[in-house]
């Protein structure tokens, strides 16, 4: 059996805290998904280290890692002297039992040796993975299929991992950094024993244009000066869809737009707003005739945008 150093692959000490090693877990999630990651390997890595998470943050198998002792990673190793009857049943050889597996079938729910007794209710396992969305399926919700791999029980009553299609339903309004539960999403049961739950650490890509506070969403409006001094009237995407805005004469940029009920839904109580910063934007490219008429403009003009500067300092 080869070892695996799951502090490592988390890059975290051999002491962290419980939250320091979800916190890990989130971060190194975030940055290796397949779907959003293009770091090399980035599916290996990420495999690795939700390996790492899966027993290092159940208190029955970190304890049963730990007293493994430590070996380089690749090592083959073998447990000590009484591990295993202090765990549970263990298989009769462990040279072709992978490390992740002998976790998961000697500890908790994922125990399922010769020593179970046959007539009492087993709950299923719960899984745990981390799941990337775009901001549109945050936004409106929707259906996702998940391919796994999970740990269940052979005929043998021994844990094994193996592929799961799994789909989900993720709800509208889910944010960054929540955890969803799937009741029933996880392992089955047995001997009449309920079915385990599916948990999912949600992360949200970011959008080109819309930005996540809370419930509110916020989006750049970007116009022209002459815009900005006139007033006009300009149509702006939503996450619902296209809106007419009107602005104000003599719009400052910085200003606050709110559109009320059109930010992330909530599942109690009323959606958020959606915010768009008014950004004054100048052209850099200009032809002579506009040239001319800026010119022009800035010499009829008694506007002065640095009137503050001129303070009288009294003696």
Same mark, same amino acid.
């Given at each position: 059996m080869k070892y695996k150093d799951y502090y490592a692959a988390l890059g975290v000490e051999r002491d962290a805290s419980a939250d320091d090693i979800k916190k890990a877990y989130r971060k190194l999630a975030r940055k290796y998904h397949p779907d959003v990651s293009k770091e090399a390997n980035a599916e290996e890595k990420f495999k690795d280290m939700a390996e790492a998470y899966d027993t290092l943050k159940d208190p029955e198998k970190r304890a049963a890692y730990d007293q493994l002792g430590r070996h380089s990673s690749g090592q083959d190793f073998q447990p000590p002297p009484g591990w295993a009857p202090q765990f549970g049943e263990a298989p009769s050889g462990f040279e072709d039992i992978d490390l992740a597996d002998l976790l998961a079938g000697?500890?908790?729910?994922? +125990?399922?040796?010769?020593?179970?007794?046959?007539?009492?209710?087993?709950?299923?396992?719960?899984?745990?993975?981390?799941?990337?969305?775009?901001?549109?399926?945050?936004?409106?919700?929707?259906? =996702?299929?998940?391919?796994?791999?999970?740990?269940?029980? &052979?005929?043998?009553?021994?844990?094994? +991992?193996?592929?799961?299609? =799994?789909?989900?339903?993720?709800?509208?309004?889910?944010?960054?950094?929540?955890?969803?539960?799937?009741?029933?999403?996880?392992?089955?049961?047995?001997?009449?024993?309920?079915?385990?739950?599916?948990?999912? &650490?949600?992360?949200?890509?970011?959008?080109?244009?819309?930005?996540?506070?809370?419930?509110?969403?916020? =989006?750049?409006?970007?116009?022209?000066?002459?815009?900005?001094?006139?007033?006009?009237?300009?149509?702006?995407?939503?996450?619902?869809?296209?809106?007419?805005?009107? =602005?104000?004469?003599?719009? +400052?940029?910085g200003h606050k737009l709110r559109l009320s009920g059109r930010g992330m839904k909530q599942r109690s109580g009323p959606a958020g707003d959606l915010y768009a910063i008014v950004q004054i934007l100048v052209p850099t490219v200009v032809s002579d005739a506009e040239r001319a008429l800026y010119k022009q403009l800035a010499d009829i003009s008694s506007f002065d945008p640095r009137a503050h500067f001129k303070v009288e300092t009294k003696p």
């Open positions: 000697l500890t908790g729910r994922g +125990r399922r040796g010769p020593g179970a007794r046959a007539n009492v209710p087993m709950p299923g396992g719960d899984y745990e993975t981390a799941l990337v969305v775009s901001f549109d399926q945050a936004f409106h919700g929707g259906e =996702i299929e998940l391919d796994l791999q999970v740990v269940e029980p &052979d005929a043998n009553g021994f844990a094994r +991992r193996v592929p799961k299609n =799994i789909k989900v339903r993720i709800p509208a309004g889910v944010t960054d950094g929540q955890k969803l539960r799937g009741p029933g999403k996880g392992g089955k049961g047995s001997n009449g024993g309920r079915d385990g739950d599916l948990y999912l &650490d949600i992360s949200v890509r970011e959008h080109p244009l819309y930005r996540v506070s809370g419930k509110d969403v916020y =989006i750049d409006l970007a116009l022209a000066p002459w815009e900005a001094v006139l007033g006009t009237e300009v149509e702006m995407p939503t996450p619902s869809g296209h809106v007419n805005l009107k =602005i104000a004469p003599g719009t +400052r940029a």
